[in-house]
């Protein structure tokens, strides 16, 4: 029985005790806002750094995201598995008599090299394409049925033309979306006919749109370009003859693991076939990702140094402002520690004042912050992504610093000697 009465007392003293610290919570959280509602102008003035600083964090890395993704689109677009070689003409040195990319080499990589699935070759040439009245500059591309696969190119009508069709040099092509677009506006296109350089081909497909990809420092945009079979390009399209047997080579690798590995073999085997002459060059995407991946990671923490250094220029905001506020508000501090309020009442006070601040700030911030992604993005052709962590970042660090930059003014203030706060004019 004692033991129910102990057991009793205690969760009575509990509750009373939680119930008189909620009471004092809710008397420092008013008087707290009381105080910044009676000094509207300093209140605002002072959230402008914390206000400015989320906003900036939040763009900032918003467009660094943005441009994240982009790249990784773009680069995905090549291939990760694949290895692109290209004719290049050498920058000095140049012998008429080098052996330029050619089929030979093509087969040579592939039977040499185990960790090689597919190699197709590239004829690409550009050319005046027309339908009707409407005529367009494009890139005409010579490949084999392999080469959309590798490319992940999806149609959107009809379909790929196939080995027959490449054997047989038939005159068929396949259109790009833009291309498509501005050939066909929005008439059907898929079995009609249209003119590639004097020569009639048949539209058998269309394909999907795809992201523009960088090649090396060459924009890649296969939506503005017709593809037809390499051998009817070669049989059927007139080139100039001192043009490689081939332009390009891709090669699809087995696995991702082996990219890299692959692509040292590829330039030995090359290099060794073409007596040293340096007239190619290879262009690994998966490398290019990882080049760019380090690039963004270095341009997010450069920004997101710039960010916090104007969160910090806030937080000082706060506590030069803070102190003032002391100062202007001495005589009622005095007067509320002469009716009983302890040192720990004063210090809640301004505390609850700094983080009422910082936590406003960065609310507003954050609402700027989206409005100037969305900005970007309207005005610019630059995609910005807002993601969850980094408004979680923005809110925890103004917190931090509303905490940090408001417990010294506070603590001070909570210091106030009672009587020589009564006596201050």
């Known amino acids: 029985m004692t033991a129910n009465i102990l057991k009793k007392l205690t969760q009575f003293n509990g509750n009373l005790l939680r119930r008189e ?15 910044l509602q009676e000094h509207k102008t300093r209140t605002f003035l002072t959230m402008l750094g914390i206000i400015f600083g989320v906003a900036s964090v939040i763009s900032m890395l918003a467009i660094g995201e943005g441009a994240r993704r982009k790249t990784m689109s773009q680069i995905q677009a090549l291939g990760l598995n694949n290895i692109i070689v290209q004719h290049s003409e050498p920058d000095h040195n140049f012998n008429k008599n080098s052996i330029v990319l050619n089929y030979q080499d093509l087969r040579g ?99 999907e749109y795809q992201p523009v990809s960088v090649a090396g420092n060459t924009e890649v945009n296969l939506n503005k370009r017709v593809f037809i079979p390499i051998q009817t390009m070669e049989s059927r399209i007139d080139r100039e003859p001192t043009r490689p047997e081939l332009d390009q080579i891709i090669l699809q690798v087995t696995n991702s693991e082996f990219v890299t590995t692959t692509s040292d073999f590829v330039e030995k085997v090359l290099s060794r076939r073409h007596n ?52 202007e508000r001495t005589k009622e501090i005095g007067l509320r520690r ?54 979680l970042l923005s809110v925890g660090v103004s917190s931090l610093v509303g905490i940090l930059f408001g417990f010294f003014p506070a603590k001070k203030a909570a210091e106030l000697d009672p009587i020589e706060a009564l006596r201050y004019e």
């Open 21 to 35: 610290l909620s009471l004092i919570a809710g008397e420092v959280l008013k008087i707290s806002i009381k105080g």
């Open 109 to 207: 990589v592939k039977n040499v090299i185990p960790t090689i699935r597919t190699a197709v070759p590239i004829l690409q040439e550009e050319m005046e394409v027309n339908f009707a009245v409407r005529f367009e500059e494009a890139e005409v591309i010579g490949t084999e049925p392999e080469y959309f696969q590798m490319m992940s190119m999806n149609l959107n009508k009809g379909g790929y033309f196939s080995h027959y069709d490449n054997l047989m040099r038939n005159r068929v092509c396949i259109l790009g979306h833009d291309l498509l677009i501005s050939l066909f506006n929005a008439e059907e296109a898929v079995g009609k006919k249209i003119r590639i350089n004097d020569v009639w081909f048949t539209v058998i497909g269309t394909l």
């Open 276 to 327: 040293g002459d340096k007239n190619f060059k290879l262009i690994v995407p998966e490398q290019l990702l990882k080049q760019s991946e380090e690039t963004q990671r270095i341009f997010n923490i450069v920004m997101g140094a710039i960010a916090g250094i104007s969160l910090l220029v806030g937080g000082i905001g706060i506590m030069n402002i803070m102190l003032a506020s002391i100062l």
């Open 338 to 391: 002469s009716l009983g309020a302890t040192k720990l009442d004063i210090r809640n006070q301004f505390l609850v004042e700094a983080i009422i601040i910082s936590l406003g700030g960065g609310i507003v911030g954050i609402i700027l912050g989206y409005g100037l992604s969305w900005g970007v993005t309207a005005f610019s052709d630059w995609e910005t992504v807002v993601s969850l962590w980094s408004v």
